[in-house]
C-alpha cells in the first residue's frame, strides 16, 4: 500500500527557508508522478509543483516559480520541495501527492507552513 508523508513545516520570518519532504513507501507504476500542492486558511488547494521519477523537468505555480524547487531522492524514495524567500502568502498546508499524470490516487496528511511577516 503506497503511504506518503510529509515533514518539516514550521513557522518561519519572511525571507526565510524551509525543506520540506515528502517519503513514499513504495515506488510504483502509480507514483510516477509527485506533486506539492497547498492550501490556504479559507481558500481551495492548488498546484505548487510537479515532477516526473526519472525526468529532469519540473513544473511551478507562476507564484512560487524561482523561490521554490522540487526534486527527488531515487535511493530515498523521497521528494522534497527546497522553500527559499518565503512569504506570508505562502501560508498554508503543504500536500505531497501521487499518482499518474494528473490523476493523485495518493495524498498525504499534510504539513503545516507558516511565514511571518
Known amino acids: 500500500q503506497v503511504q506518503l508523508v510529509e515533514s518539516g513545516g514550521g513557522l518561519v520570518q519572511a525571507g526565510g527557508s524551509l525543506r520540506l519532504s515528502c517519503a513514499v513507501s513504495?515506488?510504483?507504476?502509480?507514483?510516477?508522478?509527485m506533486c506539492w500542492f497547498r492550501q490556504a486558511p479559507g481558500k481551495e488547494r492548488e498546484f505548487v509543483a510537479r515532477?516526473?521519477?526519472?525526468?529532469?523537468?519540473?513544473y511551478y505555480a507562476d507564484s512560487v516559480k524561482g523561490r521554490f524547487t522540487i526534486s527527488g531522492d531515487n535511493a530515498k524514495t523521497t521528494v522534497y520541495l527546497q522553500m527559499n524567500s518565503l512569504k506570508p502568502d505562502d501560508t498554508a498546508v503543504y500536500y505531497c501527492a501521487a499518482g499518474v499524470s494528473s490523476n493523485f490516487a495518493y495524498w498525504g496528511q499534510g504539513t503545516q507552513v507558516t511565514v511571518s511577516s
Open positions: 513504495v515506488r510504483t507504476s502509480s507514483t510516477n508522478v
Open positions: 515532477f516526473r521519477w526519472g525526468s529532469t523537468t519540473a
